[in-house]
């Protein structure tokens, strides 16, 4: 696809001898919400841990910005424009709001858009009444948007949320939605993982489906929607 941002061919991936990715094969092009797609164990998250570099690809190219970083340590990857939000919202719980969002902050960058802790409050409102607050004494769902937060302060082109509904009530889920619009509104790509495809059809463009660590569809959110019977063979529980 012209224009694409991110680009993954052929990749493979074990975890010892477990063959845990196959072949796989996704694009996320600029200022485009993607959604990966598939049950619990499909291997949404070690697409995700293989795209960033926490988990090496066996097999395979992941391009970033015309780049290659299958080769390349996480850190590095961070640096060039990429953020990750893992499902486990790593925050550090001692430290304060403001000291986790300083913990994230990187110089801003060409094509992509400058956070502030002030941007980032109009975007989090619940954030911005708890500054002082330590992490560890926060709920579920505003540690997912402290962990949102931290990776924005980044300045990333791209961000990959890996299941950011998970756990939350839905006046949340309703917000972390508000807010991936509101992201792709500002020009960032997203690619994220799911298993809530109500949550997947309110904020994505298009859709990829992974089953036992393999694309089994692609096509646009329209297109999912209109197609009952891959819904059901895919992702019904």
């Known amino acids: 696809m012209a224009g694409d941002l991110l680009r993954v061919e052929g990749l493979h991936t074990y ?43 066996a097999k395979g190219t992941v391009t970033f910005e015309d780049k290659r970083i299958d080769r390349m340590p996480s850190y590095r990857v961070a640096r060039l ?9 790593r925050i550090f719980t001692d430290l304060t709001v403001m000291e ?20 980032l409050f109009e ?14 004494r926060m709920s579920g769902g505003e ?11 980044g300045n990333p082109r791209l961000i990959l949320l890996d299941e950011p509904s998970e756990g939350l009530a839905p006046v949340i889920v309703e917000q972390m939605a508000n807010t991936i619009l509101q992201l792709k509104a500002e020009g960032l790509t997203v690619l994220l993982s799911e298993q809530n495809l109500h949550f997947s059809q309110m904020v994505a463009d298009r859709a990829y489906i992974i089953e036992k660590g393999r694309i089994r569809y692609q096509g646009t959110m329209a297109e999912l929607e209109a197609d009952a019977a891959v819904r059901e063979q895919y992702l019904s529980v």
């Open 81 to 89: 424009g990429l953020g990750y939000v893992p499902e486990d919202r």
């Open 123 to 136: 975007l989090f409102p619940n954030l911005g009444r708890m500054k002082d607050r330590p992490g560890g």
């Open 15 to 57: 975890y010892g001898r477990a063959h845990i990715l196959a072949d796989l094969a996704l694009e996320a092009g600029r200022g485009e919400v993607v959604v990966l797609l598939g049950r619990n164990g499909a291997g949404k998250s070690t697409t995700m841990k293989s795209v960033i570099g926490l988990v090496p690809a």
């Open 143 to 153: 540690q997912q948007m402290l962990t949102i937060a931290r990776t924005l302060m």
């Open 100 to 119: 986790n969002l300083e913990v994230g902050r990187q110089p801003s960058r060409e094509g992509a858009p400058t956070w502030t802790p002030d941007r």
